[in-house]
């Protein structure tokens, strides 16, 4: 009896795992949407190579690196 019982009740635990984990990351992803201070994804950058910044040639990556150092304002 106990050996049929048990696929049913791990399969519905399984699901409540996932529902639940779904939940979470649902409500993490909105607070970082209402958030104006989180970092922004650059996967959809327009651009020569898009948001796959990695792809670049170590020395353009440098100087972007450098170049987006000189932009960035400090709020103190």
Do not use: Q
Request: proline share 7%; no cysteine.
């Amino acid at each position: 009896m106990i050996d049929g019982a048990i696929v049913p009740f791990l399969s519905l635990f399984t699901l409540l795992a996932v529902a639940v984990l779904a939940l979470i990351s649902k409500e993490r992803t909105r607070d970082r949407m209402r958030d104006p201070n989180a970092p922004v994804s650059t996967l959809a950058k327009d651009g020569k190579y898009g948001g796959v910044a990695f792809l670049l040639p170590l020395e353009v990556r440098a100087r972007r690196v450098e170049m987006l150092r000189r932009r960035v304002v400090p709020l103190v």
